[in-house]
């Protein structure tokens, strides 16, 4: 009995080194992975140069957008009351029931001949 006894507590150390042995090595092999992952993450779209964001030049840029809109809208309007461009609003005789025109305005604009 005491043979038996003996080799079961030498098995069970073996396992327990084992089982030492193989958490050491596990956990070694993440340890060097996610080091790997953690130095060497950089994606290809943040090694791009990226234009600074500037709010104050984002604002100069819709105000000039702004600008060029309200000088062709002064444009139209001065053709409008000056009568070189006529326009004409016609309604559809009947909606078509499938598509998105359905009820909407058409609007025609013509050039008027030149004076």
């Known amino acids: 009995m005491l043979s038996t006894t003996s080799e079961n507590r030498n098995f ?3 396992d ?8 050491v090595v596990l ?3 993440v340890s060097v992975g996610l080091w790997e992952c953690f130095f060497h993450q950089v994606p290809s779209a943040e090694a791009q140069v990226r234009p600074r964001l500037d ?4 604002r100069k840029q819709l105000l000039e957008a702004q600008n060029k809109t309200n000088v062709k809208l002064d444009e139209i309007i001065r053709l409008l009351k ?3 461009i006529t326009v ?3 309604r559809q005789a009947k909606p078509k029931p499938e598509g998105d025109s359905h009820g909407k305005t058409k609007i025609k604009i013509k050039r008027a001949a030149p004076k």
């Open 12 to 14: 069970g150390r073996k």
């Open 88 to 90: 004409k609003v016609q």
């Open 16 to 23: 327990s080194r084992l089982a030492l042995l193989l958490w």
């Open 55 to 58: 709010a104050g030049a984002q």
């Open 27 to 29: 956990t070694s092999v």
């Open 82 to 84: 000056s009568g070189s």
